[in-house]
């Protein structure tokens, strides 16, 4: 009984996963109430949203970390293959950023809706720490940035935002994909080579990127 009782749980907790992340992609954070998703979800138990995760804010860190736990195991698997970021090239760094991205939405399939959730997630005041947050508290990403440094960084602002501008160019740029995938603009049967298109994109535009701002002599 208690397994079949957890099993249960697990089942619902996954629909309202799913669902939430669907509507808040769609209609944004205003537009969308806790009830709306347990009715999408097929709760019939108008509690059911609150029981399992307590309140929104819950729900949708629930939501970034599962996302963030799976592109992990890819950028764990890429690590292992390239070596320690301080022995890669600036390149292989910055794919080890950007192309876990990637292959998760590649084995998310069409449709999906993370990328567009993301997008909304940084932009609501009471989320947006704790998306950059989850990501960055990866150990292998943190390491990965660390790496980029240059010696003896004058300027932790600066760092900063060249972290930000990298963020911003993955999270938008995902999100402009999966909506063009999600409205007919890109097939379904050419979705993992569009992604992986957009990657090798992203890959050389954080290239360019980090590399005019290190020679900006301010």
């Known amino acids: 009984m208690t397994v079949q009782a957890s099993a249960r749980a697990v089942t619902a907790r996954s629909a309202i996963m799913r669902a939430a992340e669907r509507l808040y992609a769609t209609e944004g954070f205003a537009g969308v109430s806790i009830r709306q998703i347990g009715e999408a979800a097929g709760q019939r138990n108008k509690s059911a949203v609150q029981y399992h995760f307590t309140s929104r804010d819950e729900l949708v860190k629930a939501i970034l970390a599962e996302h963030a736990e799976a592109m992990e195991v890819h950028r764990l698997a890429m690590m292992s293959r390239l070596g320690e970021p301080g022995a890669m090239s600036p390149r292989d760094r910055i794919r080890c950023v950007v192309l876990p991205h990637i292959e998760h939405h590649v084995d998310l399939g069409v449709p999906s809706w993370y990328g567009r959730f993301l997008a909304q997630v940084v932009v609501e005041p009471a989320l947006r720490e704790y998306a ?35 963020r911003v160019l993955i999270v938008h740029m995902c ?22 298109r957009l990657g090798d994109d992203l890959v050389t535009a954080v290239c360019g990127l980090l590399g005019a701002l290190r020679s900006d002599p301010r």
């Not at 960055?136 to 660390?146: K, N, T, V």
């Not at 999600?182 to 569009?194: D, N």
């Open 175 to 196: 999100a402009e994909l999966e909506r063009d995938l999600a409205t007919g603009h890109a097939t379904a049967a050419s979705a993992a080579t569009a992604w992986r």
């Open 132 to 166: 950059v947050s989850v990501h960055l508290e990866r150990p292998s990403l943190r390491r990965l940035y660390d790496a980029t440094r240059e010696p003896g960084e004058p300027d932790p602002d600066r760092v900063a935002r060249r972290e930000a501008m990298t």
